[in-house]
């Protein structure tokens, strides 16, 4: 056996090897303040030629993202994500200049439509089913029905339409994943710090927590996945989905100012655009400090539950230490 000895980082500092090498954060070395050194054969932490069951017993290091999220250092997005950001971001400023630009051509474009869905009385389900398939992740859309509504309907009858399809197709979307999508949700939120944290909140915030985050600029929709899948009732999560229903009111009414094309009607919409943008990013703002002041704990369970995994796995498949 080599008498090559590994110097690891500083107590603390994630492991660059993390999951190749070893788990843990060094052992402490009585004649070196900060650094430990490590046996090529992985199998004896050396701190006076340390048991395994030492070893075992200390909870594994954060990994590199969790490090960074307790230290607040933001990861870089991959190109990708930046890509896909700025897409987004594009489509959303499109869509908005050339609803201002163009509204009256919109209007008169889309009447035929919104006159044969007026004229019958199953007109109504169309939108409705629209809505309830457009609950399901990775869909979207909702905004664009519940204005194409507002075009067609009086603001009454178009935000009661809204609020079915809505109320629909969130209670479908919260069985579907209840039932058949816990196990994929639990392997999520073992692998994504994001989705950990969010769970978390969400576990030990109840009904408050999840009625802010309907009001947030969570999507809905991906939101209530993660009610479906960390264990909240079904009366807590309908209490909370009726109760944010408001929500949906700002699209409805840009139809029908779209439609009415009056200035009342637009000095209406744009209060209720501001009064709305405060509550969903405020509500947004209010979830992320619950999720920060939660990251130690959460951190702290990973890292104890990978140490479990390692105890069980020390059982299966015992250390060889004849060479120790």
């Known amino acids: 056996m080599s008498n090559q000895t590994y110097m690891?980082?500083?107590?603390?500092?994630?492991?660059?090897?993390?999951?190749?090498?070893?788990?843990?954060?060094?052992?402490?070395?009585?004649?070196n303040d900060s650094m430990s050194t490590l046996h090529n054969d992985e199998s004896t932490l050396y701190d006076g030629h340390a048991p395994i069951s030492r070893i075992l017993s200390r909870t594994p290091s954060p990994t590199p993202s969790e490090f960074n999220a307790l230290n607040?250092?933001?990861?870089?997005?991959?190109?990708?994500?930046?890509?896909?950001r700025y897409a987004i971001l594009a489509v959303?400023?499109?869509?908005?200049?050339?609803?201002?630009?163009?509204?009256?051509?919109?209007?008169?474009?889309?009447?035929?439509?919104?006159?044969?869905?007026?004229?019958?009385?199953a007109g109504p389900l169309?939108?409705?089913?629209?809505?309830?398939?457009?609950?399901?992740?990775?869909?979207?859309?909702?905004?664009?029905?519940?204005?194409?509504?507002?075009?067609?309907w009086s603001l009454p009858v178009a935000f009661s339409i809204v609020c079915a399809g809505v109320l629909l197709g969130e209670i479908a979307n919260f069985f579907t994943f209840k039932y058949f999508c816990t196990t994929r949700a639990s392997k999520m939120e073992n692998s994504k710090l994001s989705y950990a944290l969010l769970a978390h909140v969400v576990r030990q915030g109840g009904f408050l927590v999840v009625l802010v985050i309907r009001y947030s600029a969570i999507p809905s929709h991906f939101a209530t996945v993660v009610f479906a899948t960390v264990g909240i009732s079904f009366p807590v999560f309908l209490g909370a989905a009726i109760l944010s229903l408001p929500e949906a009111f700002l699209p409805v009414y840009v139809g029908y100012a779209m439609k009415n094309n009056s200035s009342t009607s637009s000095t209406v919409k744009n209060i209720i655009l501001a009064i709305t943008l405060v509550i969903t990013v405020g509500a947004l703002i209010w979830i992320r400090k619950l999720q920060e002041?939660?990251?130690?704990?959460?951190?702290?369970?990973?890292?104890?539950?990978r140490q479990g995994k390692l105890l069980q796995q020390s059982r299966d498949t015992p250390f060889n230490h004849e060479q120790v």
Do not use: C
């Not at 607040?72 to 896909?84: D, H, S, V, W």
């Open 8 to 31: 690891p980082p500083a107590y603390g500092v994630p492991n660059p090897n993390y999951g190749e090498s070893y788990l843990y954060t060094p052992a402490h070395n009585p004649g």
């Open 72 to 84: 607040g250092i933001k990861e870089p997005r991959t190109t990708k994500e930046t890509i896909q």
């Open 92 to 121: 959303i400023i499109g869509a908005v200049v050339a609803i201002s630009l163009e509204q009256k051509n919109i209007v008169n474009g889309l009447k035929p439509m919104t006159d044969w869905l007026a004229s019958h009385k």
């Open 126 to 152: 169309i939108p409705i089913a629209l809505l309830i398939i457009l609950s399901f992740p990775p869909l979207f859309g909702h905004e664009i029905v519940a204005t194409l509504a507002g075009v067609t």
């Open 293 to 305: 002041k939660a990251k130690p704990e959460v951190i702290n369970a990973r890292r104890k539950a």
